[in-house]
């Protein structure tokens, strides 16, 4: 039988001033079940709270309702209380008596019926209320980082610093990512791979992470402090144990002409290769796509050269299992390339190049050794044309958003390239100069003033081949529109930036959100920018949107410490508020009736499958099953269930079927 | 006779439109009593089932609120709600019940004058449409029936 207590709290007059609390406690105590109904002035004062413990203690009660306040204020207050004084804290609910009624109406008859009502609809809410234990989960304490860029990189370290054990995996033969192609960074014009390079040793160093590199997620199970991922380590056809890095079977290998991807096809490599001289590891990969012997069945030179016989021709691709407690994605961008672009050539013009590109011809360790020569006579270009926004900021390219870096790197550009060729002449057609951050605008005024790059607001429409120079059509928006052509003898795109090739994919072997244009989507835009929506998965870098270094390096650290935080427990506790799927004996096991039509509505992929099986392995029922860890508790599929076999805790059928009928039973207003 | 004061029943969310009403708490706004606000996690967890039940009971209205398209705590309950809403709605019409009578909306956390007006204007609208009696006879009838066939 229920033992229900109600306390009305007159809040001051904050309550009092509109309802007529006496008479709401005095008609509590009439209500079916209410053993103990009080009023007092400030219930979530010191005295107010001993009131209601000792009124537990005193009457046994098995339930409370506190008529007072919004319980997004004061129910955490109410629900320690109760626990102090022995009462499960789940069997406490509040009555909104505040913000519900004496502040929103005027003191009439109404308001306290009103009152009455809401504290009786919450008494036979509690009366269904069940005593929950917060659910444990254990945690691994270690983390798998994808994605070895500048982001990856940062996240790992810290989350190594802060002496826990990491897992870095990488698609590519060697991490460094896109940072590690630049040539110098804005807006101080440091050199790149010598800030990067350090890390990057760093990371093979430390005594906490084990990189994978050429490996891939493959699929993930599990939740929260307790995840399963499954990864494929692509077969290198070499022994990493034996292979010293000496290199001599990548000089001789005799396949040379293969487009270096490293180089973004502006140099080649061999089929067996380093990506470039300071990859970690420093050690080759065979591309089984062009080596010789793959293709054709005979060669074996590099196994002959090999002085440690470290060459594998039958490895085969190794797929493993890891635990870890949480996920930090750092899968980072890709670019469009010039062959996105009919109006500017498709990509057949030879110097028609994208921003990268011209990063490889400006880097010291690039094609060119630092020179800006054009990739298709090698001749140094005296006139240049940068063109920003090239997709970016275009509904009709299907890229509404700005791709956020392109601003700040083609003024660089333009500045490398006048450091280089003092008598060229760069020109920039932009649609507007976004330059907010640290030192950003004065780096792009000094691009203008003192290196004199000739800023044309305007877009270029067309571009085309003319007796050997390329003509640049645009317009000039600030002399009225005016038609503008320079012939340049090369132009560099500053094409959109774009999620990277795979993201989709990998947002669905992790159940992470993405948006229309494939970057992961955060929990929430403001407050939680490197947590996903699936708890225990973190963000960090330009996977989630177009990032300069800068920021790309603070949510790598954020993500971080999101970690560091999570594994600062052995054990995580959580709201035991979530669905549960019936269960009863055999042979019916339980009400539902195995249609999954549940699985789908899932925002958290909380739902799984479970089989009955006989002795001897035959199927007898399969159910849903609900995994405490991954439910948030929001009741979509409860709602969706046509056999009625899911259940929330906190706002379960009976409580609210009953909330709806009482309200109603008695004349409202 | 008394002036016809309706019994409306809302059905919100805890995450924007319950702390919307919050809201127009603590801004002291003021709105007609008439309405008696049901908690729930999400939209989605809303069995529309539940809203007959409402009309069984004798409400004569109904407010279902969330959070505004892509702003759902819980990612997309709200979308599972509005596509339960198109549906049920249908439903409703088809059975002759006023399906005028439950106001859908969306009301965000910071939007306490919306819900103040929202509720003011669903005790309008439902003053003029007058008491609503027809589900809730049905509803005493079945069970009737029920009893007597037992």
Redesign the interface.
Known sequence: MARIGVFVCHCGENISATVDCDRVAENASGLPGVVHSVDYKYMCSDPGQTLIKEAIKEHKLTGVVVAACSPRMHEPTFRKACAEAGLNPFLCEMANVREHCSWVHEKTESTTQKAKDVVRLLVEKVKRNEALQPIKVPVTKKAVVIGGGVAGIQASLDIANGGHQVLLVEREPSIGGHMSQLSETFPTLDCSQCILTPRMVEVAQHPNITLWSYSEVIGLDGFIGNFTVKIRKKAKSIDEHLCTGCGLCTQKCPVRKIPSEFEQGLGTRPAIYTPFPQAVPNKPVIDKLNCTYYLKGRCKLCERVCPTQAIRFDQPDEIVEVQAGAIVLATGYDIKRTDFFPEYGYGKYKDVIDGLQFERLASASGPTGGMIRRPSDGQIPKNIVFVACAGSRDPAKGIEYCSKICCMYTAKHAMLYKHKVHDGTPYVFYMDIRAAGKDYDEFTRRAIEVDRTKYIRGRVSRIYEKEGKLVVVGADTLLGGQKVEIEADMVVLATASVANPGSEELAQIVHVSYDRYKFFAEAHPKLKPVETNTAGIFLAGACQAPKDIPESVSAASGAAAKVLGLFANDELTREPLVAVVNRMAPPLFSTCIGCFLCQPVCPYNAIEREEFKTRDGKLLKAVARINPGLCQGCGTCVALCRSKSIDLYGYSNKQIYTEVSALLDEALV | MDQF???I?AFVC?WCT??G??????S????A??V???????T?????L?LQ??FA???DGIIVSGCHPNDC?????NF?ARR?WMVFRQMLENMGVEAERIVFSWVSAAEGAKW?DLVNETVESIKKLGPYHKYQDMAKSLEEWEVTHE
């Open positions: 004061e309706p019994k029943v805890n319950y702390a009403a919050d809201l127009t708490g603590t002291r706004l003021k709105y009593h008439n008696r606000i049901i908690r729930f996690p999400c989605g967890r809303i069995d529309f539940l039940q409402a009971k004798g409400a705590h819980y990612t997309s309950g599972h339960r103040a």
